[in-house]
């Protein structure tokens, strides 16, 4: 099966659940995205792979215009329904692919931002130089994501048992890998900031919908993990209870003039 396919197949049966995620739908978590980037009033905002909708429609509060483009029908029905449910005109959703050309020209955006996806491409790098491709000179691409370890063997553990719980998981970066890609398409990085969330392991493995061998390989891991401190992840039981812990990024990003 192609890769995107197996995006389409997870995103498809978790599209429910993922929408009512309670880190997805946060008002909290959406403002502090909203106060990093800083739009602008004005600002005409493309969202890539916007799922259900909580980010756009979290900027089309405070934006002239926005766009959100995922490859999977079943969120962007969900992302049109609260749309339509919270009266918002300024904003629309469209099936597309950001690994191929979206069909929108050069610079015709003032923000372009992805929130939670970037671990889903197979081709992080032509993903972040289509976003800057569609962002204008002097415009903000943001990026939140999964990040992982710096040190590659924990890197590649954390992410194993990642891939055994969504099949669509390809890699969490590494902070300096993301800034490194970030600075290799024309965007110069202008803020970031760090977080840690805690993940209770049943019920994230529940959301996945991970398949019994998979979901005791997963648990074998982490329980490993748990003894060895392998990734980073910091697993601990509170009250008896597994969890452990996603560290992510949002990195902001300014789109320079090309030289020359």
């Given at each position: 099966?192609?890769?995107?396919?197996?995006?389409?197949?997870?995103?498809?049966?978790?599209?429910?659940?993922?929408?009512?995620?309670?880190?997805?739908?946060?008002p909290?978590?959406?403002?502090?995205?909203?106060?990093?980037?800083?739009?602008?009033?004005?600002?005409?905002?493309?969202?890539?792979?916007?799922?259900?909708?909580?980010?756009?429609?979290?900027?089309?509060?405070?934006?002239?215009?926005?766009?959100?483009?995922?490859?999977t029908?079943a969120?962007?029905?969900?992302?049109?329904?609260m749309?339509?449910?919270?009266?918002?005109?300024?904003?629309?959703?469209?099936?597309?692919?950001?690994?191929?050309?979206?069909?929108?020209?050069?610079?015709?955006?003032?923000?372009?931002?992805?929130?939670f996806?970037?671990?889903?491409?197979?081709?992080?790098?032509?993903?972040?130089?289509?976003?800057?491709?569609?962002?204008?000179?002097?415009?903000?691409?943001?990026?939140?994501?999964?990040?992982?370890?710096?040190?590659?063997e924990?890197?590649?553990?954390?992410?194993?048992?990642?891939?055994?719980?969504?099949?669509?998981?390809?890699?969490?970066?590494?902070?300096?890998?993301l800034?490194?890609?970030?600075?290799?398409?024309?965007?110069?990085?202008?803020?970031?900031?760090?977080?840690?969330?805690?993940?209770?392991?049943?019920?994230?493995?529940?959301?996945?919908?991970?398949?019994?061998?998979?979901?005791?390989?997963?648990?074998?891991?982490?329980?490993?993990?748990?003894?060895?401190?392998?990734?980073?992840a910091?697993?601990?039981?509170?009250?008896?209870?597994?969890?452990?812990?996603?560290?992510?990024?949002?990195?902001?990003a300014?789109?320079?003039?090309?030289?020359?």
């Amino acid at each position: 099966m192609e890769h995107k396919d197996l995006v389409r197949e997870e995103f498809t049966r978790q599209a429910p659940g993922y929408a009512d995620a309670p880190v997805i739908k946060d008002p909290l978590h959406l403002q502090k995205l909203l106060d990093q980037v800083k739009p602008d009033a004005a600002a005409r905002v493309l969202e890539i792979a916007t799922g259900p909708g909580h980010v756009a429609l979290a900027f089309a509060r405070v934006c002239r215009e926005v766009i959100g483009v995922d490859l999977t029908e079943a969120p962007l029905k969900i992302a049109e329904r609260m749309r339509a449910e919270r009266g918002l005109a300024n904003a629309r959703f469209m099936q597309g692919d950001v690994e191929a050309r979206l069909p929108f020209a050069d610079g015709e955006f003032d923000v372009v931002i992805c929130r939670f996806a970037v671990h889903h491409f197979e081709h992080p790098e032509k993903v972040i130089a289509e976003m800057s491709r569609l962002c204008r000179v002097g415009g903000a691409v943001a990026i939140e994501d999964l990040i992982s370890s710096e040190h590659p063997e924990r890197a590649d553990y954390y992410n194993r048992y990642e891939r055994l719980r969504d099949s669509s998981h390809t890699r969490a970066l590494p902070l300096s890998e993301l800034v490194r890609t970030i600075a290799s398409v024309g965007l110069e990085l202008v803020r970031f900031g760090s977080d840690g969330l805690m993940n209770p392991v049943e019920r994230w493995l529940d959301a996945g919908f991970t398949p019994a061998d998979k979901r005791a390989e997963a648990l074998a891991m982490i329980e490993r993990d748990l003894a060895e401190d392998l990734t980073g992840a910091n697993p601990r039981r509170v009250d008896g209870e597994l969890f452990f812990t996603h560290r992510t990024a949002i990195v902001v990003a300014r789109k320079l003039k090309p030289r020359g």
